[in-house]
């Protein structure tokens, strides 16, 4: 184990996850008002001289709030250990706070962090609910409970105003249970959305918490392949336990399991398995037996874990009590009977031993026995989870400062003993199965390698055929060589069908003088010159052909035994998850001539109607801007002919054409304009270009005979005429402007 790499890794991730925030606006500030009940009469307004409230004044500002500790007359309280009901009460709290116009975060996407809340609860802003977490029973006895860690809560900037913001608080609970309220000395915390849920979803705690599982499974296959080797399969419990009670203890897990119930009472019975567990494991691997005293602790653990299952939540508590008390006798035998036990007995053999007949020095043993031994790593590993259990234990007891380390001392732990593990296993099996050279050796090799390469196989096809994502390779020449079952599943083909397909025949084209297609094979041709990754959206057409499926591909070279191939992963282009809180938007852009910026701006500029039309509807229009707006590039800006591109396409060189064209004085610097507006009303385009205009009027006919030309050279006013209800050009025809009425808003 190397101690000064851990040391230095724990600071960083410990630095990097107590960042705090800045800028940030901590309600506590204010006076909290308090009283029993609730009431929309009280939302909006701040009670200052009414003396029915119970007033916290900012100088308790990082006190708890939990409504057991308050002076509030005519609480019930409860004692310890009782099963006495008590009925849930409900509290409003009331407090406020500021947002000047000038301020930066007035500006910002505002969020509302709570540390911890409990039992059930809502959240109003200045009147308006924003967030309900309240299941009652016809009764009022609570049907699910909300006790909640890390709590963030969008605000919406219609409800803020500039000046004065009233914040109240709807708690519903048992007020005798201690966590009823806000239960932790965390403030109340109004900062930028974004910033907070970075402190929110706490992604290093998260990784670790799922190091430990590997760390888990890894064990378990080590216990599965020697089984006489049993402080694998106990430790290996035991570091899979540990994932389950942190992964309780994050916000993470309330998507999973909402009713708080069962995720605290998940997360008391693993906690009540690990100190008996990793007991066990110290005596066996230190010793080769399990002493007395830790078969008589894990019969008491397994004892707390009964009892609390059969009792209610008010009771659990208290048994938790009893272990947090408890704990500090085994933490104690754990230290200085087990891991300095062993270590001394190390050190004293290390002395005895020495070949020259003359001992070691103390200071020399003890520095070997540190480094060298697994006694020695496991003290270093022991005290320092040793260390952040205590602090954690009496955190939560006394000072509850909410800051807690157990998870880094954890992972200090956790992964020393893992390299113990490791290397013991290494050292094990290099002392048995080194002995023999043979044929036999050999033999045992190849069915070792024929068993790899089984767990390969069937690891390809858990992660490629069981991915939903579409997952393919290439040969050079962009030819399918192989493709998962969502890429068959996704084109509505059979497995044979892709083997004789180049990625531009499984392509959406829109017509032959369309340019989409010719650019993207340019870009394909600097891929494969540069050979470096290139992540590009692509419509990939369906058996019926009638819409395409847009995806975001990424392409990049692999080198298989000195060969090339191409490897692809696309995966679908997600909505944006405020898009549900859209009432209105505009946009105005100015662009280049420059082809694959109009494709992405008819991206951007499409992307969210789907809060006010169906997909169908957006697809079309995204098609329908996109040609207008090349059109505007190629026949506007660039003053190129439809006879022009068609007799360039056909001789293969219209993108050369194309290029001299746009380095050309006359139009380098010439622009298109495009401006863009939606509501619930209508959706409105204007795209402009700087060429001399066309006579749009023949394009606007509705004469059949004119059908053949339009779908040559007037794709996008086509499509434009079939989705658009107003299409109305200016006078010279270099700009355009586009209008879909919604719902019964045509006028």
């Avoid at 003396?51 to 309280?77: A, N, Q």
């Avoid at 499974?217 to 089984?227: E, S």
């Avoid at 509705?702 to 989705?723: C, F, N, Q, V, Y």
Wanted: glycine fraction near 4%; charge should be neutral.
């Amino acid at each position: 184990m190397n101690g000064k790499r851990l040391f230095a890794l724990l600071f960083i991730i410990l630095t990097f996850d107590l960042y705090s925030l800045a800028e940030e606006i901590r309600i506590n500030n204010n006076n909290i008002y308090i009283k029993k009940g609730f009431s929309h009469d009280w939302l909006n307004s701040i009670p200052e001289n009414d003396t029915t409230w119970f007033v916290i004044p900012p100088t308790r500002k990082d006190k708890s709030l939990r409504i057991s500790e308050l002076p509030i007359p005519g609480l019930p309280k409860r004692t310890f250990f009782s099963y006495k009901h008590y009925k849930p009460m409900t509290f409003t709290f009331i407090t406020s706070f500021t947002l000047t116009p000038d301020t930066a975060l007035n500006k910002k996407f505002l969020g509302l962090y709570i540390d911890q809340i409990a039992e059930n609860w809502e959240v109003y802003l200045n009147g308006t609910l924003i967030k309900r977490e309240i299941y009652l029973k016809p009764d009022g006895e609570i049907k699910e409970f909300r006790d909640q860690r890390r709590v963030l809560i969008y605000l919406n900037p219609l409800a803020l105003k500039p000046g004065t913001n009233i914040i109240a608080f709807r708690i519903v609970g048992d007020v005798s249970m201690v966590d009823t309220g806000f239960y932790t000395n965390k403030p109340l915390v109004i900062d930028d959305y974004e910033k907070l849920s970075r402190e929110k979803t706490r992604l290093v705690q998260l990784i670790l918490l799922f190091v430990y599982l590997m760390v888990g499974l890894y064990l378990l296959l080590l216990y599965a392949y020697r089984r006489t080797e049993l402080y694998n399969l106990i430790f290996a419990i035991f570091s899979i336990l540990l994932f389950i009670y942190l992964f309780c203890r994050t916000s993470t897990v309330y998507s999973i399991i909402p009713d708080t119930k069962w995720t605290l009472l998940f997360e008391f019975l693993s906690l009540y398995t690990l100190i008996p567990l990793i007991m066990c494991f110290m005596d066996l691997i230190l010793f080769g037996r399990i002493s007395r005293f830790v078969y008589g602790y894990s019969v008491f653990c397994i004892f707390l874990i009964v009892l609390s299952l059969v009792s209610p939540y008010p009771v659990r508590i208290d048994i938790l009590r009893i272990w947090q008390l408890t704990s500090i006798i085994p933490a104690i035998y754990f230290l200085f009977f087990q891991i300095m036990h062993a270590f001394l007995i190390t050190v004293r053999h290390y002395r005895s031993s020495a070949v020259s007949g003359e001992k070691p020095a103390l200071m020399t043993s003890i520095r070997h026995s540190i480094a060298r031994t697994v006694p020695g790593n496991l003290m270093v590993g022991a005290m320092v989870a040793v260390g952040c259990t205590v602090f954690d234990v009496l955190d939560a007891m006394l000072f509850t400062t909410g800051i807690v380390i157990t998870n880094y001392g954890f992972m200090f732990f956790v992964i020393g003993i893992t390299i113990v593990l490791s290397n013991r296993y290494v050292y094990l099996y290099r002392a048995i199965d080194g002995l023999s050279v043979d044929l036999r050796q050999k033999t045992r090799d190849l069915k070792e390698t024929q068993v790899q390469y089984g767990i390969s196989q069937e690891k390809y096809r858990l992660l490629v055929e069981g991915a939903t994502d579409i997952i393919f390779s290439l040969d050079e020449d962009f030819n399918f060589l192989t493709a998962n079952k969502a890429m068959h599943d996704l084109l509505q083909v059979n497995s044979d069908y892709l083997q004789k397909k180049n990625l531009i025949d499984v392509l959406h084209q829109p017509d032959q003088v369309s340019v989409s297609i010719q650019f993207l094979q340019e870009k394909l041709e600097k891929f494969k010159e540069g050979k470096k990754p290139l992540t590009i959206r692509l419509d990939f057409k369906t058996s019926f052909g009638i819409e395409p499926v847009s995806l975001q591909v990424r392409l990049e070279y692999i080198n298989i035994e000195g060969r090339y191939e191409i490897f692809g992963r696309g995966t679908s282009i997600t909505e944006d998850i405020l898009n549900q809180y859209l009432e209105a938007e505009k946009h105005r852009y100015s662009i280049g001539n420059m082809l694959l910026v109009a494709d992405d701006l008819s991206l951007r500029i499409t992307r969210n109607l789907q809060k006010f039309i169906n997909k169908k509807e957006m697809d079309l229009i995204r098609l329908a801007i996109r040609e207008i707006i090349i059109n505007a590039i190629e026949h506007g800006n660039l003053a190129i002919t439809f006879e022009e591109k068609t007799r360039e396409m056909d001789n293969d060189n219209y993108f050369n054409y194309f290029n001299e064209r746009q380095k050309d004085p006359r139009f380098s610097e010439r622009k298109v304009k495009v401006e863009y507006s939606a509501d619930s009303e209508k959706i409105v385009y204007t795209i402009a270009d700087e060429g001399r205009g066309f006579d749009y009027r023949l394009y606007l006919s509705d004469d059949p005979a004119d059908d053949e030309s339009m779908l040559m050279h007037g794709r996008g006013i086509t499509l434009a005429k079939s989705i658009f209800d107003e299409i109305n050009y200016n006078e010279t025809g270099n700009a355009v402007t586009l209008v879909k009425w919604l719902k019964n808003n045509n006028p």
